[in-house]
């Protein structure tokens, strides 16, 4: 084995990727000592007296970068760092009059991390390289654990704070029944966990510096585990487990070892992740908000500029079937990117393309792959926005998409849905109805949809949109029936959405409502009475129908 290792710029580059953006570059690979907050600099004058002072220092400036003379301020003033970690939107300074490469080289903070956040992973990955021993291929826990068991002879299994599997690493076919168990099911069985924490014998790990030994029971082998800390928080553990041909002292002193190669992996495995989660799901909201700086975010996600770009929105994706989904849809478009976004709970996907897709060839693309792989228990809404072909475009194909998905749960909660056989919106009959668009069928649980498919529906959510604006006289009588219906525990307000979906045939509504038709035209008359609005006149039934839309759209 070899000496430690220290952080390096050039490691820290790559262990950062995605929650700090680069904005300019170096060749000076030089090692970093220290990493301070430029508040704690401020009350040091010692510490900026002179470059020498900061050398191989790693500064996060918490102040605001006031245009390009105020960025050269702080570079000049932090000049013998080897790293300035600059506000979000510092970018937007850089050009003429600013050295683009050197040291210290500049990196900007993601607005999806704090810089709290940014300090603790800094510290902890510089403590990980200072601590780690330079093992061979182990960028990554299984790497390290395949180490193990090379090096040891005993089967190896690395686990999170929680006892869920990380890695492993079997040597031999032989695996005891508790461990193919937990490797089988990704955790440590709950059975398991009571019985050690009942013996006493998880606590003493969590609290140890050392390994810690567990004697063979029957056919269950012994076990040696250490814990993985940094700064005194408990990353993990490494399990091993081995047969008696295993020198038990050995296995302790390479555990001992292994534990410090792994800090900085298991690092990067705990604390990258909800970063990036984070990251993306800005990124991409700022893509599909049409934010005027797009660079960061296009960095970030690794999207050109140009190219051939669609999205989708999701409604209904319970917590449960997100992650298959997630899945399938990457199967089907390679580069999908894939985030939660807003406050109208929508799932939404920016496919970026090879070749150029129409909207209803990716609403059949998509429809087609989800069919074959999702359980068809519950239905799954999807719109789908126009193509485009640059990346500033993007937020109209979102924007139409939203509008698709409502529109499309507007048609299905109306009872709506095209039926085969049938006339679909914009005088496409049924029988050149692309497949995948929305139907009635029970068969198909997948519904997706282009603006083409349900464009009365969209045409009247973007009326109701534009007369938000006209104030609330517009919602008035549907407010009315509402306070009426929360006071007498009624339905008016529903008789009268129901009413407008069957366009006024009395019969249709009276049979959704599971009402008689003279229960129907009393209903009708009080909400004459207590709106002054009539359906049978042309102005007031107008009203009437476009409160309702409005009073809907608004609704959270």
Known sequence: MSETNALRVSRLLRETAGFLLPLTQTEIDVEVTRIELDLDLRSSAAALGSPAGLAGAVVLVTEAVDGVAGLNAIRSRLAGAAALIVPPGTHTHLGEGTSASGLPILLERSTGVTWSEVLVHLRQLNEGA???????DVDDLSALAAVIAEMTGASITIEDPASRVLAHSN?????????????????IPQWRIAEL????????????TDVVERQAAGSTPARSVIALRSEGELLGTIWAAYPDSVDPASLRDVLRD?????????????????????????????????SPDLGPAATLLALPFSGHYATLAFAEVVPDREPVLRFHLRAAFADAVLAHVGSD???????????EMKAADIRSHVASALQRSLSPSEPLHFGVGVAVERLDLVHRSWTEAVYVIDALLTRSKSGATT??????????????????????DDHSMVRGATAEDVAAELVGLEAADALRSVGPRITEPARLLAEHDAKHQGQLLETLRVYFATVGNSAEASRRLHVHTNSLRHRLSRIEEITGLSTADRSGRLWLELAVLVFDRERP
Do not use: Y
């Open 258 to 290: 292994a534990a410090r190669a792994a800090l900085p992996v298991m690092l990067r495995t705990l604390r990258r992740s909800p970063f990036e989660k984070r990251i993306r799901r800005e990124a991409l909201g700022s893509i599909l908000g049409g």
């Open 171 to 187: 040597l031999g076919d032989e695996i005891d029944d508790i461990r193919r168990e937990t490797i089988l099911s990704g955790a």
């Open 345 to 355: 709970g929508h799932l939404a996907v920016l496919v970026h393309m090879s070749e």
């Open 419 to 440: 039926a085969a056989g049938s006339t679909t919106a914009g005088n496409q009959s049924a029988g050149n109805q692309p497949a995948g668009a929305t139907c009635a």
């Open 130 to 136: 200072a601590s780690a021993l330079a093992w061979p």
């Open 197 to 208: 924490e009942e013996s006493g014998f998880l606590d003493v790990v969590r609290h140890s």
